[in-house]
């Protein structure tokens, strides 16, 4: 499996959430013009980077707040996704194996690459029948995908997501895990879960949300 052990512990930040933010702002994305961000191992190496190549001030606060909640794990904003007073934040890392993504609500952050790790690790370990079929089986370092938003009764929203499972990072997806993070009406986080194991084919696209 990815890094469980390393990873899963630290990313997960759930705060108290309060009025509804201003939507995150597209001055907070850095397009990593030369990809020397990914050779940084630690925040100081992103953050002179980061200035080097000109990103903005928003968009170096934000790999600040990133490295913060993540345990001093170097990150930076790539894509934001607007649905309502939500926004999904797809953010690179540095010294880990992929991306990841935040649904965040004002001062409210639920990373759901994260919850993946925790979440549907237990879920593929605790099905001995997958096991025994797939004693091997890994998130493969690419696979992972947003894949939309269902709306709650009460005006809460469904985030969806999945991820490709393979019995070797180089060997093709044989399918995948698609999990949720659902928020109430008023953006706060309140239940969480794994839906089922789906083809791989879920896996190999995401969506392109309103707003992105």
């Known amino acids: 499996m990815r890094s469980i052990s390393v990873a899963a512990a630290v990313l997960l930040s759930l705060c108290a959430a309060g009025a509804h933010a201003q939507a995150t702002s ?24 980061m200035r080097r190549t000109g990103a903005s001030t928003e968009a170096i606060q934000m790999a600040y707040r990133l490295q913060g909640v993540r345990g001093n794990s170097p990150a930076w904003l790539s894509q934001i996704y607007r649905f309502g007073p939500m926004d999904v934040l797809v953010y690179d890392c540095a010294n880990c194996r992929m991306g990841g993504f935040a649904v965040v609500h004002g001062p409210s952050s639920v990373f759901a690459d994260t919850f993946m790790l925790e979440t549907a690790d237990n879920a593929m370990r605790g099905d001995r029948a997958f096991m025994a079929r797939h004693p091997n089986a890994l998130f493969t370092r690419y696979g992972e995908r947003f894949v939309g938003v269902r709306p709650l009764t009460g005006g809460g929203r469904q985030f969806l997501f999945v991820n490709a499972i ?5 060997c093709r997806p044989f399918g995948a895990i698609e999990f949720f993070l659902n928020f109430d009406g008023r953006g706060d986080p309140h239940e969480r879960g794994v839906l089922s194991f789906v083809p791989a084919s879920m896996a190999e696209h995401g969506v392109s949300p309103p707003g992105h």
């Open 26 to 49: 597209t001055r907070a994305i850095w397009n990593d013009p030369n990809g020397s961000g990914w050779q940084c191992q630690n925040y100081t190496c992103l953050d002179a980077v």
């Open 166 to 170: 393979a019995d070797c990072e180089a």
